[in-house]
């Protein structure tokens, strides 16, 4: 699976957009970028995933570049219980037995 | 249930011990993971099973650990002999064939002394 690289914390305002970055420049052409977080104490949670066009759904959106090297996640009016370590993955899709590979994510700070 | 089902949910082990860890995982999913996440860390991967086959052990770190789903459903990771280095944050997650997204339980907290 392709390396990610993301900051490893950012602050976001409660009730602003929060945009978190990842590179993925290494991505293959049957990878997708799939987001996961996780709040402490619990297990991750998906939250969404996307191939090459910009995606959305009651959780967040995800903005992926052109050139797919580059991906951003958009959580548009952060709450305090959306503090949590944010995941990106990159991973064929079409395989049930594909394990998630993490790397150290990056940890969300909402703060009021 | 309604979600991933991990039991118990602390563990307190002295070294050298055996432990055992079981997951519940939602109705119907049929690929079944464990992961050990270690503090501070992202969770790694160590098994998956899809019904009753074990089909990737390789993220199992010694031959200590072992995990068994003999009947599709419920797994059970057991650890022999534990150490200090096996205090970690054990997830299960299930998944449906070609799900999308998994769902993980909220893991079950080892910690050896």
């Known amino acids: 699976d392709a390396k990610t690289t993301q900051p490893t914390s950012m602050d976001c305002a409660e009730g602003r957009a929060a945009n978190l970055p990842c590179n993925h420049s290494?991505?293959?052409?049957?990878?997708?970028v799939y987001w996961y977080r996780q709040i402490h104490s619990q297990g991750p949670q998906y939250i969404i995933h996307?191939?090459?066009n910009n995606e959305t759904n009651e959780m967040a959106s995800l903005i992926i570049t052109e050139d797919r090297k580059s991906s951003t996640l958009i959580l548009p009016h952060a709450t305090l219980r959306d503090t949590a370590v944010y995941y990106c993955?990159?991973?064929?899709?079409?395989?049930?037995?594909?394990?998630?590979?993490f790397g150290g994510g990056t940890r969300l700070m909402v703060k009021p | 249930g309604a979600g991933v089902s991990q039991s118990p949910r602390y563990k307190v082990a002295k070294r050298g011990q055996d432990v055992a860890l079981r997951c519940d995982p939602i109705?119907?999913?049929?690929?079944l993971f464990w992961y050990q996440q270690a503090l501070g860390q992202g969770p790694e991967f160590l098994t998956y099973?899809?019904?009753?086959?074990?089909?990737?052990k390789s993220g199992l770190p010694s031959d200590r650990f072992f995990a068994e789903r003999p009947e599709g459903s419920v797994s059970t990771l057991k650890i022999q002999r534990t150490q200090q280095e096996d205090s970690a944050v054990y997830l299960c997650?299930?998944?449906?064939?070609?799900?999308?997204?998994?769902?993980f339980g909220s893991g079950t907290r080892l910690t050896v002394v």
């Open positions: 290494t991505i293959s052409g049957n990878e997708y």
């Open positions: 109705s119907g999913h049929v690929s």
């Open positions: 099973f899809q019904n009753e086959a074990q089909l990737d």
């Open positions: 996307g191939l090459k």
């Open positions: 993955i990159v991973r064929p899709r079409d395989n049930a037995g594909n394990m998630l590979t």
């Open positions: 997650a299930s998944s449906l064939p070609g799900g999308v997204g998994y769902t």
